[in-house]
């Protein structure tokens, strides 16, 4: 016993030198970003074409044939409305796609999740890697769907931009929604995953204030203070102030529910993360 | 102060409870030494498989320790993690890499720049035959080949243990002879080998030493060939026969000369005799004068198996 504390306590006699934490960490970054350029010819059709269908159907078809949501003389203000709603959906659709999906196999019949926790670092880094490779292709997702939701639409969109809340919001969004994936990826099973879209991401999305304000709900109270409880209404809202003058919730309070709901995904996430590859 | 550098992996009292009091691994004291292929016997269920996973950051241990190359593994994971390489029952290899690939972010996760990880996947890939397969998909792969891929991977670092869970489950005899192969060279390279196994030749042909383990604990922990010793039996004759065994068993014990006890396990009797000349023809006469009829019927020196019969009274196979 006395031995062997005395040759545990003294790593001097360990057998090789230890590998820094953050070594490994952008080791497992290069490897996702070299996945992902490998895998480009997929990442790009299934991150454009959901944006690119919806962007095309309500702001360039229904303002064409004349017809009611989009069309009529609101059609340029409701173009302008939908980019920071696409912006917003792109972002935690990537991040389920991105970081969910792929956790969901390698936790139910890959199991290739079990290397990559024997990488020298500690389990909560693997984690954490997970979320920031997820917010990048977030932000990548973001930057391609962008031109698409500007120059789509049929009628003039008036981007307004607010610089300061740009930059501080994106990266926010990012790191939530990937933190969000990290959540569901270690929740659902491969048997579960058509749940996750069918009850969960469905949902999210249509109540997400893509379509519309979150102030034009006041005539439907209790649906107004119902969609409070979702993620995606503060990141739509979060974009409308960033990047159009429309009207949108207080700005102060989107900062602070988003600060909360990313660090109660980021810690869900990481606790739920251990709990699978730990026992 | 040297043995203490020549002991690679030391546990004490280490122990897991599964939710629900399933005591898997209980109060386990061992001690590997530099160099030593060790092996984990025992039949499925034993607590093999919940030790390794103690030992490598996977399986948080109820109570006790283990240290691995010098450092806790429980109080430094991250660093006990850089000293050992791990090949699992199931194929764990990166679906979304090649071959290659898979060496070289490995040889980068574990600090390699990437000229020596560069270097060192294509030697590897050399060292293991597989580098004709260097661009092909992971799942392209035998099930040898895959494995024969996980374990130069997990070598890759210079690991101060290498373990492997059941390295020749599910591969076909030829693959398993190639495994053996590469694990015996890498013994003689001095690489300290920790590995599980339900498979007794396995464990008698190329362990070191060999640890009896069931129901989570060491029943035995000796070379293959003191643990085979200490059962003291010289000959071992099996008997499947019909009728009752029971009263079988005393008859040979009474009439075969040289036995020194006989038994029932797995309905069949097990007969231990001092030297084996004419008994095989002895038992047979004798069943068959009173009326058993003796349907097979083999004889062997002691096994690993035989130990294990002798230590828990059941047969490991089942």
């Known amino acids: 016993m006395t031995d062997l504390t005395k040759s545990a306590g003294s790593l001097l006699t360990a057998d090789s030198p230890p590998v820094s934490n953050l070594v490994a960490f ?55 409305m939908l980019v920071a709603g696409v912006l917003a959906s792109v972002i935690l659709f990537q991040g389920i796609q991105a970081v969910a999906l792929p956790l969901v196999q390698e936790f139910g019949y890959t199991k290739e999740i079990e290397d990559r926790v024997l990488a020298p670092l500690a389990v909560e880094m693997v984690a954490i890697e997970k979320i920031v490779a997820g917010a990048l292709q977030c932000l990548i997702a973001a930057l391609i769907v962008f031109p698409i939701a500007y120059f789509v639409p049929a009628t003039a969109v008036n981007i307004h931009y607010h610089w300061l809340i740009l ?71 979060g974009f409308r102030a960033a990047l159009t003058d429309t009207p949108h919730m207080p700005i102060g309070a989107v900062y602070l529910v988003m600060f909360g709901f990313t660090a109660l995904f980021v810690w869900v996430g990481i606790s739920g993360f251990k709990k699978r590859v730990l026992s | 102060m040297s043995s203490q550098q020549d002991d690679v992996i030391q546990t004490v009292d280490l122990t897991k409870v599964y939710p629900g009091e399933i005591t898997a691994v209980d109060g386990l004291n061992l001690t590997v030494t530099r160099g030593e292929i060790f092996g984990l016997l025992g039949p499925n269920g034993a607590g093999k498989t919940t030790t390794a996973g103690m030992l490598t950051t996977r399986v948080r241990p109820t109570r006790g320790r283990c240290v691995v190359g010098g450092v806790d593994v429980w109080e430094h994971p991250a660093r006990a993690k850089a000293l050992i390489g791990v090949v699992p029952q199931s194929n764990t290899l ?147 026969a019909e009728g009752d065994l029971e009263a079988l068993a005393s008859l040979l014990h009474a009439g075969i000369v040289g036995a020194t006890n006989a038994e029932v396990v797995d309905r069949k009797v097990l007969l231990e005799v001092k030297g084996s000349q004419g008994v095989l023809p002895a038992v047979v006469q004798l069943a068959d004068d009173r009326g058993f009829l003796v349907t097979d019927l083999r004889i062997n020196e002691p096994t690993l198996e035989t130990v294990f019969i002798k230590l828990t009274g059941k047969d490991l196979r089942e």
Request: proline share 5%.
């Open chain 2, 94 to 240: 990166d679906r979304s890499l090649s071959v290659w690939e898979n060496l070289y972010f490995h040889g980068r996760f574990f600090g390699f720049d990437a000229k020596k990880s560069k270097a060192e996947a294509t030697r590897l890939l050399e060292q293991f035959r597989l580098i004709d397969r260097r661009d092909a998909s992971v799942l392209a792969l035998s099930g040898g080949m895959a494995q024969r891929l996980m374990v130069a991977r997990a070598i890759m670092h210079r690991p101060s243990v290498l373990f492997l869970d059941e390295p020749t489950a599910g591969l076909d005899p030829q693959s398993r002879i190639a495994m053996w192969d590469i694990l015996d060279e890498l013994h003689r390279e001095g690489q300290t080998i920790m590995l599980t196994t339900h498979y007794m030749e396995e464990a008698d042909e190329f362990c070191s030493r060999v640890a009896v383990i069931d129901h989570g604990k060491i029943l035995a922990l000796d070379t293959p060939t003191n643990l085979k010793a200490s059962t003291g039996i010289d000959t071992l004759v099996t008997i499947t």
């Open chain 1, 167 to 237: 930059l501080t919001f994106i990266p926010l969004a990012c790191v939530s929604s990937a933190a969000l994936g990290l959540s569901f990826g270690t929740f659902f099973e491969p048997r579960t995953v058509p749940l996750l879209f069918g009850v969960v991401v469905l949902p999210l999305t249509f109540l997400g204030c893509i379509y519309f304000p979150w102030q034009s709900l006041e005539s439907i109270r209790w649906l107004q203070i119902l969609v409070l409880i979702n993620p995606l209404v503060y990141m739509s809202e």
């Open chain 1, 26 to 80: 952008r080791a497992l970054l290069q490897r996702d970003a070299f996945v992902l350029s490998h895998n480009l010819k997929e990442f790009i059709p299934r991150t454009v074409l959901q944006p690119l269908l919806l962007v095309f159907v309500f702001t360039y078809v229904f303002p064409k044939i004349g017809q009611g949501v989009g069309g009529g003389q609101g059609a340029a203000q409701f173009s302008t």
